[in-house]
């Protein structure tokens, strides 16, 4: 099964925006080998615009130059990917993070260049051209390199299939569709085409669908055909989008299982957004990170670091190597939300193997709080032990639980 | 904790629409004694227009007399219910219940009485008169016997206090109080003052709310001031609206917990509507019923029989007998809905106690269906137990679980 | 044909809201039998609540004691209107009216006293009671007196024909129905019902229904069973409201003709509110009232005086009795909004005669500005003379006219 | 003044569809000026894809070879428009319609070629290119040639410059502008830059929006910037649309006048759709077609034949040289719709020089039937004469004017 559990991992956006490299893309993947492999970080991915040789920022360069092939599949940029030189794509770079012992992903539009189009060029595979399929109204609102397909023509499964097949004998094992996520109830079919095409690729490859909101009535369609897909537009580090997503979570959280994880987007933490004048610290303030990680952690979201690595400080690296948290991850199931007050959030997790529930409980006021949990009103009374797991103290169970929070603070109690 | 565990128990309104009387009240307690309660059934609650001396059908009568104190405060109808003779209200009647071993529940009308306003009546224990807190445009829709009050207004607290102080009195253990789940956001401050009256009358009563469908997106305050709120509209014995209700019991069921249940209305079981020429029994079939228990059970919904009781058949005793079954109410937490297909729904509740997990699983389509659950969906591949509760067979676990359910059955696995 | 031209008269509710009682309104009819009845001006109107005891300001009393028969149809109040004494009704005041030369109108609430259905009370002319045509849930959100009728139901037309053969035999010429002309669609059928009583009753009556906005989308049923419809809220003397005036006036002017009028509602002008503290002054500018004047005569509204008419001041006498521009409301057909912009309104009505075309430009900015228009743009230059009607002076047409006029005034110019 | 009149011609779409040629052009245009000249006709107007040289149905080909010059303005295609070689553009053809006596007009989309913009042609008139103006989400949703402009970006103004100086020298007298007209608000701005770019290039032509509904809320802005705008999606032979078209002339008459006109689409008269494979007559019958040309001329709707005139049959030519109707269009003012019921739709509009009103009678029912108009009923009574148009039958006015017309037919009345 492709995604067991969350996908844990690194993209490329959150620090590099369009223009990552490659050498960049190996510090990373370097750092993650040496430093957060061992604790379950496996995925590298390389996101938007690789096959632009012109990016320097997170913006987007409209009736750009795009690398191509002659049956318009977008080609890594050599410029900036040396390694894909004479043809060879993303293959020396997806073995490089191979022999690190972890996974290799890229990002994708939906469709196919606009230039394959209006240049008639061929689709390998059959005996159609790329203006036949694609769609000249099918366009993407903030990105202008593509036009998606008619998925009901002939000519739309081989193009997905002939760029899903290029990208397994590259090795890739994780691919971001984006400009689809949000995109119902027109991108229904295009989502199942480009579903089909990753299964048949030959490859186990992670299907991950962008930009949120995707919509929350199309769930059972999601589950069925990616491996994670977003619940929210980009996310940053700003308290507002971090407290918005409790209400994403607690809706989406009855949707994680087995292959299929409602994905909360990157956590923008560490070094950021290397592409402007001065590489910038993640806004968050520390309780803020925790908060973040104990969310994604209990409602079993994929775990996408967005921090430049190399540059991480010893809270950051911290952050993402508390094994008691990280095992939520793994070992939890049926979490929910079990209230919400205006200054106060708790979410409920009982552990798969029996052995346990999960509590987190969020200081969502912009004071800190003694905040109090009776563990008879979630009907936890029976157990003796507790542990707060960001702290690691212990002790016994009681009547009533009480606790100093940081604003935006969080702990997470494990009853057992 | 008031409702530590949901409400069990059985309602006049189903069988006796508005019409029910002292005698029918007797003997269905006389019935849940001596054959339901050491299952767990307790409560016995009267429906609507008991205070009404004419009432003869389902329908209500506009503009008729009703029953009333001094106070403006409604009273049984002494024709309907004897033992209310000489102004002891229901305290007889509940005496009756309780020394059956069982608790005894009335159902009200938000507000006062329309002709206590229009008669000036005063409010007890305050220098108000009726027509001062009674809200002449606050109606309900579908029962012609009431004003909502201004509870902004000082003698609108005074008056709730006088009829709940009143109930706790007769000895009522559970309230039913109509026109006022699904009236957010107007009657919001009325669930408040309601709920006060009920929480400071010195005895501990539930608090129900009715009809539905209650707002989704108010779960927190009817969790807060309520014990138990309908999340549909009247529920009764068509498919259609069975099938209706896995889509609100998806969204409301992370809102079970001690003390708080969303609600998804009485059984319509058995004998019922005993008011029109012919009783009738239900129309579900038999693998109805049992999706109908499978369901209310696993969403850990309050469980009120509709059923003239002792008219029950063998099958109907069986079915609210099954203590494997029942014993989800009380045992499991966190349940969701794992999938929905066309034709197919699985729900999952992790036990509390950490011993094992239940998963239903509902045919919903037209036809016998042969179904099969994969344990490893759900990560429940590590369990080696498997017990079918309503048919009670035990087998080991295995890869694939196929089961042959008929059209609008269900099953329900216990892995442990 | 009842209402061939838009009805003009007085009204008692701007001046003395529910309070007004017989002496006012006979001081009112003598200052129009006086001084306005040259000019058209013929209804005198009693507004609200005649039939309660104690009204004494523009609010309304719950739960009060209203006068009626034994029937269920109310009467004046005689403490109030001391001629109705002995079962006279409103008669003798009628008399007094139209000894004046002038008209006489009351105002009434759709359905019928709640208490009169609460009472069971015979309805004249059939053997139903009060009680089998009320409709406990159709009651007006603003006033507490009435229940509305089960419109479907035989009686309601009965109810309706006995309270207008009373009004026919009191000598009524215009009736005010209100709580009604913005209840679509729920209220249409009573709207048949109450406009066939009104014909039925063997007396010419404007049928006039309150209070706005009545929906766009129902005129042609408005035009065919009443004589005039408010299109608005209850207006009074704010900038904004007159502002907003305009817009709906666009709207509705095409539907305005012989037999039927949408009313843009009461003219707050002179003095007003003599049941406050102290009696006020409309608060409009002078210039404010003229573009009231002029809006209302170019849409053809009726013309309904707020003022207690005794007060008015020499200012509020000529802007009531300017021939000119009142014969715009009866010599004028077919008119329009010709253009609007941020700062500019202008309207055009032809003649009917043909002899003629008006054109009234609107300032709606916040300062005196100089406005100039092309007669050609309205293809007016074959015209030769121009008369602007507020101040009488005339010149010879040009290829532009400026003028300039006051912030929120207007002119109204007369091209022959 | 332009159109100070509403505009009559013809346009080639409802007969040719984007595949017209020259030499029907010509065809047309000698059978107007023979025919129809006479009576108020003059327009000339080739519509859509004149620029693409493979067009040959009314289907559009995406991602085909448009015609173009250096600058990204767009030239007929040559073998197509034989004239237009060696770059004469339209001058050629223009000529010949104006030798005859008439006026020439093209039709042209919104923005620049997609291709423009992919190669970065230079804007004449400026240092910018295509690329840097051309708005790559800004697209045409049924047509799949061009881009829209950023307009508040310096080389949105030069484009349209530039190709309406273009026009202006080819002698263009008529430009109708598509996807445009409905496409409020993000085509606010690029209206009024295309209204500047017409007015300011040098010679008087009529600026038409397409395609409807433009939004009546924006009636000014509309009146404003453009001649004649679009108040309908595309019409065409069916009686639902016909019948439908009177809600719209309802609403949008009173924003005639001199110089902007709410525009009802083209005339399906006699010979259409000559692209397939049998060119077909109107599926109207006689009496649509004549109530189609008495609400286009009551309401003052521009008349743009959609007939290959030269086969127009004795019936057609009659229909579009009554002088009676045509003179509706120069001589009424202050249209507007009089009743409407479910069967009958009445309209009236008066005589600009104040000789006497129109009226015309609708019958919408799907039967003959007697209608009855009382003069009264819209103050007519005061006319002596009246005159039905379609016919010239002349008789007294009356208090009722009976008339048996056709199911969906019309008759007109000079009252006078």
Chains 1, 2, 3, 4 share one sequence.
């Not at 590259?170 to 299964?199: L, T």
């Amino acid at each position: 099964m492709v995604a067991k559990n969350p996908p844990m991992g690194w993209n490329s956006w959150d620090c590099f925006g369009a223009a990552v490299n490659e050498q960049q893309v190996k510090e990373n993947a370097d750092y993650m080998a040496k430093n957060l492999k061992e604790y379950g970080w496996e995925y590298v991915v390389v996101d938007i615009e690789w096959f632009q040789p012109t990016a320097s920022t997170h913006e987007y360069e409209p009736f750009s130059e795009l690398v191509m092939d002659e049956y318009g599949r977008l080609l890594p940029a050599v410029n900036r990917f040396p390694s894909a030189a004479d043809g060879k794509g993303f293959e020396p770079l997806a073995k490089y993070v191979h022999d690190l012992g972890l996974k290799f992903g890229i990002h994708i539009m939906r469709g196919m260049p606009r230039m394959a189009a209006h240049k008639h060029l061929p689709i390998l595979g059959c005996d159609k051209s790329c203006d036949q399929v694609a769609n000249p109204n099918s366009i993407c609102f903030w990105n202008p390199d593509m036009y998606g397909l008619f998925c009901d023509r002939e000519g739309a499964q081989e193009y997905y299939d002939s760029i899903f097949k290029l990208y397994a004998q590259w090795g890739v094992d994780f691919v971001k569709v984006d400009d689809i996520a949000r995109e119902y109830p027109h991108c229904e079919k295009e989502i199942e085409v480009i579903s089909k095409a990753c299964r048949n690729s030959g490859r186990d490859m992670v299907l991950s669908l962008s930009p949120g909101p995707a919509p929350l009535d199309r769930a059972e369609h999601l589950k069925t055909y990616a491996n994670m897909w977003r619940i929210t537009d980009d996310f940053w580090d700003k308290w507002e989008l971090l407290l918005a997503m409790f209400e994403r979570a607690e809706k989406w959280a009855i949707h994680a299982g087995p292959g299929h994880w409602p994905d909360a987007d990157m956590l923008p933490v560490g070094s950021l957004r290397q592409d402007y004048d001065k590489a910038d610290q993640t806004k968050f303030t520390k309780a803020e990170q925790i908060t973040m990680m104990s969310l994604w952690c209990m409602m079993r979201s994929p775990l996408i670091v967005g921090a430049h690595l190399p540059k991480n400080d010893e809270f950051t690296l911290e952050l993402l190597t508390n094994s008691d948290v990280l095992a939520i991850e793994k070992e939890s199931h049926c979490a929910h939300q079990l209230y919400r007050t205006d200054s106060e959030i708790a979410w409920i997790a009982p552990r798969k193997d029996g052995k346990g529930v999960y509590v987190a409980l969020f200081n969502i006021s912009d004071v800190d709080r003694e905040v109090t949990f009776e563990p008879a009103s979630a009907d936890l009374e029976e157990y003796s032990d507790v542990k707060e797991l960001w702290s690691g103290s212990e002790f016994d169970n009681s009547e009533a639980i009480t606790e100093q929070i940081p604003s935006h603070g969080a702990v997470i109690y494990l009853f057992s």
